[in-house]
């Protein structure tokens, strides 16, 4: 081949190169607390768009959870973070702790279920929801979207004030557990999250997670169709008696509305492409799939780059 027809051979291949994929990137990724689910998956996250996307170099960030990515995204001091769609909605609409600040957020990806946890111990006696009354009960660290969930649980129930409130991180709830300082406390997070199967496998500890599925309906009527019932089987966690039936809520990742089209594209088409390294790191990326995108439950619209990946893959999103 003459010199000048490879010259212009090489340009043409240098220029079908996507241009987002030879620039020079710095992600900042907001997980959550090193307990829960959100850290690993952050975790995870990070090494894969930093090693799969050439001049791509990601990190993911300790966090209070949900609330704290919400703020970091909305006001640009991170790029991508994870949430609850609860709380993902009242930042966009601004309610709640969001009153009358809303942020620009869009959705990139539904990811999978958080399912409410609501842990003690049968040393405790506690066996339903009333038995809370006066306990002392960790409703999840400030910034969380646990704390957020856990709040509008209590209040179906008439408990949101009878109550003793702590309010700690997964691991902080975990070891006040052990300790006897609290009687309960609640986590949102997929399963198993790590820190309660750490108190699961506690010598002398048997857990009892306390049914609440009857608080959806009531959360749904006051907040909007966020929530869905769900079962956390006894088979999850060491020590379970029976099945817990819970309230649900999906998880979302989110940036900010003026993150470019070609970044969120890429972040988006990296991570469905890559979904078994992913997997590597916890099992609860593998319910990531593309039929939940449309099932409603992003609360937010999508970013334009993601809707252009979910459109190539023939998807009509609600």
Do not use: C
């Not at 601004?94 to 003690?120: E, I, Q, S």
């Not at 048997?206 to 959806?216: G, S």
């Amino acid at each position: 081949m003459h010199l000048s027809v490879r010259l212009l051979a090489l340009v043409a291949a240098l220029v079908a190169v996507p241009a987002i994929a030879q620039q020079k990137l710095t992600l900042s990724i907001g997980s959550g607390n090193t307990g829960g689910v959100y850290y690993p998956l952050g975790g995870g996250l990070a090494q894969v768009l930093t090693k799969q996307v050439p001049g791509w170099q990601a990190t993911a960030e300790v966090t209070g959870g949900s609330i704290d990515n919400l703020k970091l995204v909305g006001t640009g001091k991170a790029d991508i973070g994870f949430s609850m769609a609860d709380a993902a909605w009242d930042a966009y609409a601004g309610n709640d702790k969001f009153a009358g600040r809303k942020l620009p957020l869009r959705t990139l990806m539904v990811l999978y279920p958080n399912r409410m946890h609501v842990v003690t111990t049968e040393a405790t006696g506690i066996a339903t929801m009333k038995d809370l009354a006066g306990k002392r009960v960790s409703v999840g660290s400030p910034g969380s979207a646990t704390e957020v969930m856990a709040v509008r649980v209590l209040d179906a129930y008439g408990l949101a004030e009878s109550v003793k409130r702590e309010r700690l991180s997964v691991n902080e709830s975990v070891n006040a557990m052990k300790d006897g300082k609290i009687d309960a406390f609640f986590w949102a997070g997929g399963v198993p999250t790590a820190a309660v199967t750490d108190l699961a496998a506690t010598p002398g500890v048997k857990i009892r997670l306390l049914d609440h599925a009857d608080a959806v309906d009531i959360m749904n009527k006051r907040y909007g169709p966020l929530y869905s019932r769900n079962v956390i089987p006894k088979s999850i966690y060491a020590g379970m008696a029976a099945d817990s039936t819970n309230a649900t809520v999906w998880n979302v990742l989110v940036v900010n509305a003026n993150m470019s089209d070609d970044v969120a594209y890429t972040i988006v088409k990296t991570v469905f492409e890559r979904k078994p390294d992913l997997v590597a790191v916890h099992k609860e990326f593998a319910t990531l799939a593309l039929d939940w995108q449309t099932n409603g439950a992003a609360a937010l619209p999508f970013h334009p780059g993601a809707q252009r990946y979910f459109a190539e893959k023939g998807l009509k999103l609600q």
